[in-house]
């Protein structure tokens, strides 16, 4: 099932059989990151070797095994990563005949950072960085409208500067709007 996993990046299984593979395959992979010969044999005598059936054409086989792509494409993706290779997601159907749970064991994605994609943020990380774009982009607004050479203008000597207004319209405390009422 090892061997599944790194040929196709994800196998649908049960949860206590995706818990066994999962700690053997980050096993392998931390293995696998050292890239020497010795890490090579250590993993073909722990996992065997198979050919990998070719995408375009099921009756042939690949140029590449199972152990050739674990060392030449999926280690160097994880040789900065200090462990947890691969992730579990719980799937909704059940398993036909014994309604048995499944899940789906994948590899986790991630690119060097160099490469084109990177590890999918969170909705969290993702709304607090278009947040923060949003304001880059009103300060340099503020700061193309208001030239380098020019101040602000200055404010007349009862009227007290606009933060404080904004500020003391955030407290409730705006005491022209008490007097009228």
Do not use: C, W
Request: net charge negative.
């Amino acid at each position: 099932m090892v061997a599944s996993l790194f040929e196709h990046g994800a196998v649908r299984t049960t949860p206590a059989k995706a818990k066994e593979v999962r700690r053997f395959a980050e096993k392998l992979i931390t293995i696998a990151r050292e890239g020497s010969l010795h890490a090579r044999r250590r993993v073909i005598a722990l996992m065997g070797d198979r050919n990998m059936a070719d995408k375009e054409n099921q009756h042939e086989l690949a140029d590449q095994t199972v152990v050739q792509k674990l060392f030449d494409d999926i280690a160097p993706r994880y040789a900065d990563r200090p462990g947890g290779y691969t992730r579990l997601i719980r799937l909704p159907e059940r398993r036909i005949g014994d309604s048995g749970e499944q899940v789906l064991l994948q590899l986790v994605e991630q690119v060097a950072a160099g490469g084109e994609a990177g590890p999918v943020a969170s909705r969290r990380k993702k709304r607090a960085a278009k947040r923060a774009e949003a304001v880059r982009a009103s300060v340099q607004a503020q700061e193309a409208e208001a030239p380098a050479g020019e101040e602000p203008p200055a404010q007349a000597e009862g009227e007290p500067p606009a933060e404080e207004e904004a500020s003391e319209a955030a407290e409730g405390g705006g005491g022209e709007d008490e007097a009228k009422q």
